[in-house]
C-alpha cells in the first residue's frame, strides 16, 4: 500500500498541517512515531495537560476509499516553537504496548503446570494500571517447569523475558488501540511481493549466525551462512514489523521497519531477514541474584517448604506445586547431621543465589518471639521443648515450669511434677561424700525379697534375716 501526504489522518489531535513524519520499529521495543506539524497555540496549550492519556490514531486512506490504521500509542513528549507564520509541535509517540512498560511489578508463578502464555496473560491483565493486553504465542506454548518470578520487572520486560526462553523476540502490534503482544513472529496468511527492481544492499549478520549456533532451543536444524544476510530495502509500500514477504524468489521476514514523509510519500526502508536468523538471546533476571525475600511456610515435606511471597503476592497461589529446599548448617551422606525443619506458618528467608529465580533456596527462619537477653542461645521445639543456654547453666524444658533440669556450677537441679524414673539393665552407681534423700511421705527400698520404708514416724523393715551390728 502507497501513502500519499494527503491520505494521512491523525486522529485525538487537532493539527493544522502535517509537516514531517518518521516511524521506527524493530523486535522486542515498542513503535515510535515522530511528528511536526502546525497548530493553533491556544488549542494546544489546552490539549498539553492530557496529551499523555489521550489515545493518537494515524490513519491513511487507500485508492478504494477504506481507512487502513496504521499507528496507535499515545504521546511521551511534546514541544512547541513558535515563528512569525505559526505554531510547530513537535512529538514522539509510543504504541499502546509502551502501557505495560510504565509500572514495575512483582509477582510470583509457582503453579508449575501453568503455560507460559497462561502466565504472560495473568502478569499484562493485573498490572496496576488496569490495562489489558492480548498475547499471542506463536511458539508450540508449554509448562514453565520451574519457579518464575516477575522481581521489579515491568510487564514489557517480564514478557520479553519469558519469550527469550523460546529463543524467539516480542512483536507489538503497533495498530492496535490496546497493548499486543506477539511471542514469536506474527502469523499470516501469504505472503507480500517485493518488486525485484527496488533499491538494495546485503549485509551478514555474522553474530546472529553466532547466536544460533549457542543456542540450544534450535539443536538439530541445519542453516547455512546465507541464512543469515539480511537485505535493506527502500520502497514506497507500506508493510508492517514482520510481515512475510518474498524478494527474487527468496522468502523473507521484515526485521525492521523505517519510515519518513518525502516528497510528499511516504517512503519506507525495510530490512529483511530470513526467518531463522530472528532469534533472541535467553535473558536472566539481574534484579533477583543475591536478593533475599521474607516468605510464609504453607506445608513442609522432607527437606522442602511451600513458601508464600508476602513481598510480592498478596495471596498464595492454592494451586502452587513449588517445593523450595531448606538448607541446613550441616549434613552428610549418611543421613546424619542437622535436620530442623520450619513449621507451616512460620516466616523464613528465601535466598536467590544466581540470575536464575528457580535457583532459589530457604537459609533460614525468622524468629517470631526473640528472647529478651539476647547473650541466649535456645532451641525450642513447636511442642513448647526447650533446650535453653545461658552464660551460666544449661536449662532443659519439657514443660514450662512443670518438668525441667537446670545444669550450672552449682550442681544440677531436676523438678518435675510427675515422677522420676531411673532404669539400668547392669547397676546404678551413687557416689559422693554425702548423699541426702528427702521426702515428705515415705522413702522406700527394695531388693528382691527385701523391703525398707523409712516413714515420718516409723521404720518399717522386712526380710528373712537381719543382721545388726556384728565385725
Known sequence: MKIIHQCLQVKGIKLKRLQEMSIHHRPNCHAFVKLAAEVDKEEMLRFMPQSAETLVTIAAAGVDGREKTLFCGYILRIHMEETAEYCLAKMLLADTSYLLDLQKERKSFQDLTQTYGAILRAACQQNGMDTKAEIRMNVPDKAIGEFVLQLDETDWQFARRMASRFGVPVFTDCAAEKPGLS???????????????????????????????????VAGRQPIAEDFVSLRVETDNYLPLGTAVSWKGKSYRIAA????????????????????SLLAARQKNPTCA???????????????VKVHFLEVDAAYEEAANKWFPYATTYSSSDGSGWYVMPSEGDYVRVFFPTQEEKDAFCISTINAAPPANTRNKTLRAPGGKELLLTDNSVHLITKHQDTFIDM??????IVTANKIKVTADKYVILEGNKIEMLAKDKISLKAGDVQLDILPKDIKLLAENVIMGGD
Open 183 to 217: 511471542i514469536g513472529l506474527p502469523t499470516q496468511a501469504k505472503e507480500e511481493k517485493i518488486p525485484a527492481w527496488v533499491e538494495t544492499s546485503r549485509r551478514y549478520q555474522e553474530a546472529r549466525w553466532q547466536l544460533w549456533q549457542e543456542n540450544s532451543l
Open 257 to 276: 521497519v523505517s519510515g519518513r514523509l518525502l516528497d510528499g510519500m511516504l517512503h519506507m526502508r525495510y530490512r529483511l531477514a530470513r526467518e531463522k
Open 290 to 304: 543475591g536478593m533475599v525475600l521474607t516468605g510464609q511456610v504453607k506445608d513442609v515435606r522432607q527437606d522442602k
Open 408 to 413: 550450672s556450677g552449682s550442681g544440677i537441679h
